[in-house]
């Protein structure tokens, strides 16, 4: 379960709910280009609007405008400083094209003069709106909420979905006549040229408190409300991923967070080199001369935005309002249209703080399709005070904390403290949405979404799968069937059982697993801050080396791999576990863990101690383990039965400490192993981000190979991004290593700078791994001969090989967004080359979501 099953759960789900999206008889279409009627150059950011109403749209850098609409227009204006406005007749209930030429006026504003005439090349030298956003620039610090001492203020947060333009007539057919409650539920007043079908709606009213020094913010949650899709979607994690995909915007950092993408902000420091400025109006809002800035990206396709700001000139240089909106030729997935607006307010000491934020994405499978869906966040700031010290409590405990009666609130509270009023069809999502869980065509639908996405069959408390492990096969069991479950929170939020059964029709054996958990906080296991005791067993097999996890390695696909691949263990595993998380986000856990494995395959366990082969037939091994981890602010996307860490730019630091105990519960070793993890994404502005993982290794004490640290290799023709994916499985065996491994996404950076594959989208990766390792004169069999010596082919080949001071390396090239879904990878191995049954380049692909 990944991030797409979210954003495709709802999206599937409305269309088996609507069949098909189509757009609303008498839509009136015009579109065009703006140009200088003397010069026949193009009007860049005119604006063209209805004379019959307030709808309005803004021409592109080149001019270009389109405006559509269901609602009645005749005549359209279009204005521009510096011309003549310009009203043209419009045919009703028709698609037309409408040039727009635009007579130039003479006029002088009070700042700076505008001269339309001649297209000049534009350059930032002696360019007055490259000085006055280099002035923004330059007054950023002073005008960001964090330069004053104490900021304190309410926040109501509105997040909407709607499906879009959904047909009439859809309520004619007989499968969605049950359905009509909803589907008749429309709005066609929000966003101009869109009818609106609202499903889903999340409020929430909090109060904030920062202080600069000791430095500290605190968000009190103090009422929440949202719809309920019932036990297929975890309403919470839905929440937190909408969430992160409309990100807290701040014009003043150098980067906006949006669908899951950095922006560059307009006014970021390095602003001048990526965009263009133009100025283009000066107005007066509440008696305060304000400079209209309008801003296009020098490469429509890079990660930025267009539009305008609006700039004060009383000497702050702050941003009063702001228009962002993007390129039709963004390189951004399932994004049809994007627009964030800004708007500030005053404080007492004439600076400005913000006052509403309203994001609204239009998603769609193409930026032609007429259908979709249109998520709205609004964000609206009251109370807003600053410099006032509150005392210490105000500020201690967590960053987050929420009112235990936060979801207990009437509509009367709701009525009197909400800072928007809500639509008549978004008043009635609730409801809607209450009703439409009890209807048994709605639960045979998600049913069936949810066994295609996420590969369970839901009964209730017990959920059947997941089905893709249904049938695998390897080497050594032959055909592999399995079939398993687990238990969901309708049957206990304390307890939890996890079990599945395989057998192998090769070696006739039964494979199997069990887990029972036990929850001591009274929440799901799977929610934040954890703290759990689980035990489980399982008995099945392995490959040394491989660290995909059992449902991972029972997947259909991954069953096909290169070179030989007969090299198993056979596992049990006796594991007991305890872990505990902190609202700091500190965990520790402890385990107990019992391991007997024996070899399978061509695999076996052979020592010469006193020049005579032995053959072992399994190694038993008694561990406990210790674990802290720390990953400040770190956030997830919360399933009911699942959770996966949100991507920022905090580290995560791991230590793991774990005690081979020899005659504890018939451990025949003793020996320590001490393992340290550092994970971080670095964000990189227009260059993208890299995700960077560096780790080192160590053990201590005499052990056989089985137990010595053996590197993630992968021999499967997917992309893995923690293992070396030329590495052949037990090539290498050491105890003491460290690794490096980065994984670089450009988003397109070079790429938009190339025609045709600026027009295909895609994205250039690069990745680095390398492992230095080593093998100490204590664990090397060829110095111990009652150690198990490595293994080797039926001829005597080695295949299993103890590193030397050279680093193993490798990297990659790759292409990503190849069909929205597909990474690419060219894989290449630069080191021990020689080794038997190595390939030096290889291609591997992985499907990946990503906006």
């Known amino acids: 379960m990944n991030f797409r099953n979210i954003y495709l759960k709802l999206f599937v789900l409305t269309s088996f ?59 359209i204006k279009v204005t521009y400083v510096g011309y003549k406005t310009a009203i043209l007749n419009v045919a009703q209930g028709q698609e037309q094209v409408i040039n727009v030429r635009l007579v130039p006026i003479a006029q002088q504003l009070s700042e700076v003069v505008i001269r339309a005439g001649k297209k000049t090349r534009y350059r930032n030298k002696d360019n007055p709106a490259v000085e006055l956003i280099r002035q923004v620039i330059a007054h950023k610090a002073q005008n960001k909420p964090e330069s004053y001492s104490y900021v304190q203020y309410r926040q109501y947060d509105k ?85 992160h995909m409309y990100y807290d915007i701040n014009i003043y950092d150098n980067n906006i967070f949006l669908v899951t993408n950095q922006f560059l902000s307009p006014i970021c420091d390095a602003a001048p080199t990526f965009y263009k400025f133009f100025i283009t109006d000066t107005v007066v809002v509440n008696n ?214 395989a057998y192998g029709f090769k070696d006739e054996r039964w494979k199997y697993f069990l887990s029972a958990t036990y929850s001591l906080n009274n929440k799901s296991i799977y929610k934040f801050p954890q703290d759990y005791i689980r035990a489980s067993f399982q008995r099945d097999t392995k490959i040394p080396g491989a660290t995909l996890q059992f449902v991972q390695e029972d997947n259909f696909l991954l069953s096909f791999k290169r070179g030989e691949n007969n090299k198993f263990l056979y596992n049990d595993f006796y594991k007991l576990d305890y872990v505990h998380e902190y609202e700091s986000h500190f965990s520790y856990n402890f385990g107990f863990r019992k391991w007997t494995q024996a070899p399978a395959g061509t ?41 996966i860490p949100i991507p920022n730019k905090y580290p995560a630091f791991a230590v793991d400490y ?26 990189l502005s227009q260059l993208g981000y890299a995700d960077v993982t560096a780790e080192a290794r160590k053990i201590f004490g005499q052990v056989p190979y089985p137990l010595l640290n053996i590197p993630r290799a992968n ?15 037990l090539e290498f065996v050491n105890d003491h290593n460290e690794s490096i491994n980065i994984d670089q996404h450009f988003n397109g950076f070079f790429f938009n700078k190339i025609p045709l594959l ?58 990503e967004n190849v069909f929205k879904f597909v990474r690419i990878d060219l894989v290449k191995r630069f080191t021990y080359l020689d080794h038997p049954d190595v390939s030096q380049w290889g291609i591997r692909t992985r499907v990946i979501f990503n906006f």
């Open 715 to 729: 021999q499967t023709y997917a992309y893995d991004l923690f293992s070396y994916n030329l590495m052949n499985f």
């Open 17 to 75: 709910l609507l069949s098909s999206f189509v757009s609303f008889a008498q839509v009136t279409k015009v579109s065009g280009v703006v140009t200088d009627a003397k010069t026949k150059q193009t009007v860049p950011f005119a604006t063209i609007s209805s004379v019959d109403s307030t709808i309005n749209v803004g021409a592109d850098a080149d001019g270009k405008y389109m405006l559509q609409t269901v609602r009645p227009i005749s005549r």
């Open 658 to 683: 774990t005690v081979g105990i020899k005659g504890f519960f018939n451990g025949e070793y003793n020996y320590s192993n001490l393992h340290f993890r550092f994970d971080k994404r670095f964000y």
């Open 288 to 501: 305060t001369k304000l400079v209209r800035l309008s801003f296009t990206p020098r490469n429509g396709a890079d990660m930025l935005f267009e539009g305008d700001i609006f700039i004060t000139l009383d000497g702050n240089y702050a941003v009063q309002q702001a228009n962002l909106t993007v390129n039709k030729n963004i390189n951004l997935n399932f994004v049809k249209g994007l627009t964030v607006d800004l708007e500030f307010e005053q404080n007492p000491d004439k600076r400005y703080h913000l006052s509403k934020n309203t994001t609204l994405v239009d998603f769609g499978l193409s930026k032609k399709s007429n259908g979709g869906l249109l998520g709205i966040r609004t964000v609206i700031f009251k109370d807003y005070e600053v410099n006032k010290a509150l005392s210490d409590t105000a500020y201690e405990g967590p960053a987050v904390v929420t009112l235990e009666n936060a979801k207990d609130h009437t509509k009367d509270f709701w009525a009197k403290n909400r800072f928007d009023t809500l639509t008549t069809a978004e008043s009635k999502v609730y409801h809607n949405i209450d009703t439409l869980v009890t209807i048994p065509s709605y639960r045979r639908t998600m049913d069936i979404i949810t066994l295609v996405l996420a590969g369970y069959k839901s009964f209730g408390p017990f959920e059947l799968g997941p089905a893709n492990t249904f049938y695998s096969f390897n080497p050594v069991e032959g055909f592999r069937l399995r079939v398993g479950g687990r238990t969901t929170p309708e049957l206990s939020k304390r307890y939890y059982f996890e079990t599945y059964a």
């Open 159 to 243: 997040m909407m979905f709607s499906v879009v333009n959904v047909s009439p007539n859809i309520t004619e057919r007989k499968f969605f006549r049950k359905y009509k409650f909803l589907l008749d539920n429309r709005d066609s007043t929000t966003v101009p040229g869109k009818n609106l079908l609202p499903i889903y709606l999340d409020e929430k009213l909090s109060q904030y408190y920062y202080r600069k020094d000791p430095k500290k913010d605190k968000t009190t949650l103090l009422a929440e409300k949202g719809v309920n899709f019932g036990s297929y979607i975890d309403n919470e994690g839905l929440g937190q991923y909408f969430k």
């Open 758 to 815: 600026k027009k295909l989208k895609w994205r250039e990766t690069l990745s680095f791994k390398a492992l230095w390792a080593g093998l100490s004169n204590q664990n090397n069999p060829s110095i111990h001969p009652d150690l198990f010596q490595l293994p080797t082919e039926e001829n005597g080949q080695p295949v299993t090989f103890i590193p030397g001071k050279t680093p193993y390396i490798e990297g990659s090239v790759g292409i």
């Open 603 to 643: 695999l076996s366990f052979i020592s010469n101690a006193n020049g005579i082969p032995n053959i072992v037939n399994s190694v038993t091994t008694t561990e406990l383990s210790l674990g802290l981890r720390y990953a400040p602010n770190e956030q997830f996307y919360q399933g009911k039965i699942y959770r």
